[in-house]
Structures are given as C-alpha cells and as structure tokens.
C-alpha cells in the first residue's frame, strides 16, 4: 500500500502572500505557522458547508477582466520554503540537522521525478543539503485558470481579492497555504524536505482536502496519475472533484468525490513504480552531487536515468548567499 512507500512528517506550514501589478513586477511574503500543529488548522482555508452542492447548483464561474489574470501565487518558488526554513523555531545551525533532510524540492518537481519526461531543472549541493528548482518561474494566462480559481473560492474561504491603485493599475494578490514535510522513503535513508499547496481542510474531520476541477463529464472522465501523484506526495486526505456539464463557463456541480487514497489504489497501479523512478532520480542526483557546491541542470528523465550538463554552482542563484550564511 502507498502509505508503506514514504513515511510522512509533518513540519509546519505557511501562507506565501504574493503580489503581481500589470507589469509583472512581483514581490512576496510569508505568514508562518510552525509554532505547533494545531495551528495548521489556522491557516489552511476552511472548506465550506457542501450541503448546497449536493443538489445540482449552478455556481457563476465568470471572471472579470480575466485577460489581465496571472496566477502569480502559482509555481514552486524555492524563496519561500527557504524563508520558512530559516524562521523555524530551532538554534541548529548546521542546515542537514535543522531540516533533518538531504534533499529541499517543491512537490511538482517531485511529480516530474517520478516519470520519464522532458524537464528543466537545475540542482545544487550546498551545506550537505541538494536544492531542486524549475528553471523557469514566469506563469502566464491560462484562459481556463480563472473558472478553477473561482471554484476554488467558492469551495473555501477566498484566498485571492484584486485591488486597483490610484492611477487604476491592475494589482493581483494571492494567498497560498503551504504544508511542509519530511518524505522518507521507506527501505533508504533518502529523506525530502518538500512543501506543497494546499487547497483546503475539512472542518468536520481536519482533514487535508485536494480541489479538482474537470470540463469533461465524470462517466468519460480517467482519473488522472499526475493528479494523483500531487496529492499523494503531500500527504493529502481527500479529493474533492467537480464537473463541467455543459459548454458554459459556468460550472454546475452535479458529482463530488471525497475518497481516501488508499480506497483508489485499484484506479493506480503505476503509484509504486513512479515512487521508485523517484528514490532512483534522487539517488543518481546524490551520486553526481557528492561534493558540495557542485551543481547540474537537468534537461530530461529516461529509462536509464537524467540527462544533464555540469554547471557552476553560481548558476544556482536560487540559493542565496544571504540564506547559506545562517548555517554552518
């Protein structure tokens, strides 16, 4: 079963306030949440009574100005789990003990690791600890963005709101909750420090929920891997899906799904194998970065491991001096 491939453990969580104006000129913070588990409850958006969905109710999915929407709380922006790591409540300088990992990776290019694909990742070893980043971290319009943004507002507390300045620039903040754990996989000493996105918690059970929305109808709908897989590595307790029954952009919830994974294990068979293509990414990434400040980036994952080309660990920019001078 999945939950004998990785043992999980909860860290603490955090809320990544970003903001985006119209000329994509973009800033952040974050409102942590470490101090203790319960206050994981704090942060992460509350899911909302779903007695009204489960009549067939037509939620309004339109958006305004959607043409100016970037989703710039979006992608797996390496700072802030390094600010997290830095204000965790310990004075352990040396940064292996302080996160109790060897590898820091954002659960999407943990995805990526667990198939054979095309990627573009670069990947550093500094103080004994392996950082993972995407290359690329500019999001643009995803002309269907804005309907799953909005169901998920409609699902939870509101975590994104628009404001226009005095001289009416477009301004776009968004608030995303961010769960951190420690993934050790089970039968190695392989351990990851990953955060992910969370969408939501269910009051009734304070379990994590995953928000999923599809155009296609439920019976021609295949449950997707990829989609799994997210909800997997981050130690998710539910999925909760809608569909799309017409052509509209409006969403009319006639189905909602909230199954434990292990109740889907029939519907994904290829879970055990992506976390082996996993620990083996990991372990060859290890071997390459044996040394620290060595450094590689990745172009593609086969069948007979990465694709890469040595680079100078100065290209790994994603791992400031100002973060690697806290630790020994």
């Given at each position: 079963?999945?939950?004998?491939?990785?043992?999980?453990?909860?860290?603490?969580?955090?809320?990544?306030?970003?903001?985006?104006?119209?000329?994509?000129?973009?800033?952040?913070?974050?409102?942590?949440?470490?101090?203790?588990?319960?206050?994981?409850?704090?942060?992460?958006?509350?899911?909302?009574?779903?007695?009204?969905?489960?009549?067939?109710?037509?939620?309004?999915?339109?958006?305004?100005?959607?043409?100016?929407?970037?989703?710039?709380?979006?992608?797996?922006?390496?700072?802030?789990?390094?600010?997290?790591?830095?204000?965790?409540?310990?004075?352990?300088?040396?940064?292996?003990?302080?996160?109790?990992?060897?590898?820091?990776?954002?659960?999407?290019?943990?995805?990526?690791?667990?198939?054979?694909?095309?990627?573009?990742?670069?990947?550093?070893r500094r103080k004994d600890v392996i950082f993972l980043c995407v290359?690329?971290?500019?999001?643009?319009?995803?002309?269907?963005?804005?309907?799953?943004?909005?169901?998920?507002?409609?699902?939870?507390?509101?975590?994104?709101?628009?404001?226009?300045?005095?001289?009416?620039?477009?301004?776009?903040?968004?608030?995303?909750?961010?769960?951190?754990?420690?993934?050790?996989?089970?039968?190695?000493?392989?351990?990851v420090l990953s955060s992910a996105e969370t969408d939501s918690r269910?009051?009734?059970?304070?379990?994590?929920?995953?928000?999923?929305?599809?155009?296609?109808?439920?019976?021609?709908?295949?449950?997707?891997?990829?989609?799994?897989?997210?909800?997997?590595?981050?130690?998710?307790?539910?999925?909760?899906?809608?569909?799309?029954?017409?052509?509209?952009?409006?969403?009319?919830?006639?189905?909602l799904e909230m199954e434990h994974r292990d109740h889907r294990m029939?519907?994904?068979?290829?879970?055990?194998?992506?976390?082996?293509?996993?620990?083996?990414?990991?372990?060859?990434?290890?071997?390459?970065?044996?040394?620290?400040?060595?450094?590689?980036?990745?172009?593609?994952?086969?069948?007979?491991?990465?694709?890469?080309?040595?680079?100078?660990?100065?290209?790994?920019?994603?791992?400031?001096?100002?973060?690697?001078?806290?630790?020994?």
């Open positions: 079963m999945q939950q004998n491939l990785i043992n999980f453990n909860y860290v603490g969580c955090f809320r990544s306030i970003g903001t985006l104006e119209n000329n994509n000129t973009c800033s952040f913070s974050i409102d942590m949440g470490i101090e203790a588990p319960y206050l994981k409850n704090h942060l992460v958006p509350q899911l909302n009574s779903i007695k009204h969905l489960e009549r067939e109710e037509v939620l309004d999915l339109s958006f305004r100005n959607r043409e100016k929407y970037i989703d710039n709380g979006a992608g797996e922006k390496l700072e802030t789990i390094l600010s997290f790591i830095q204000k965790m409540e310990t004075n352990e300088r040396n940064l292996r003990e302080r996160i109790g990992c060897e590898f820091v990776c954002g659960r999407g290019l943990l995805v990526k690791l667990s198939k054979n694909c095309s990627v573009d990742f670069r990947a550093v290359t690329s971290q500019f999001y643009k319009y995803d002309k269907n963005s804005h309907i799953s943004m909005k169901f998920e507002k409609s699902m939870t507390e509101d975590p994104y709101y628009m404001q226009a300045t005095n001289n009416m620039r477009v301004i776009w903040t968004g608030i995303r909750t961010k769960i951190v754990n420690q993934l050790h996989f089970v039968g190695t000493d392989l351990s269910n009051p009734n059970d304070d379990k994590i929920v995953e928000l999923k929305m599809t155009r296609k109808p439920r019976e021609i709908r295949k449950h997707s891997l990829k989609e799994y897989m997210q909800c997997f590595l981050s130690n998710t307790d539910y999925i909760l899906t809608a569909s799309l029954k017409d052509e509209n952009r409006r969403l009319e919830i006639y189905e029939e519907d994904f068979g290829e879970v055990e194998s992506g976390v082996a293509r996993i620990r083996r990414n990991l372990e060859q990434l290890r071997n390459l970065l044996s040394e620290n400040d060595r450094a590689i980036h990745v172009r593609k994952i086969t069948e007979n491991g990465l694709i890469y080309d040595e680079i100078e660990a100065d290209d790994c920019e994603f791992v400031p001096d100002d973060f690697l001078v806290d630790f020994e």
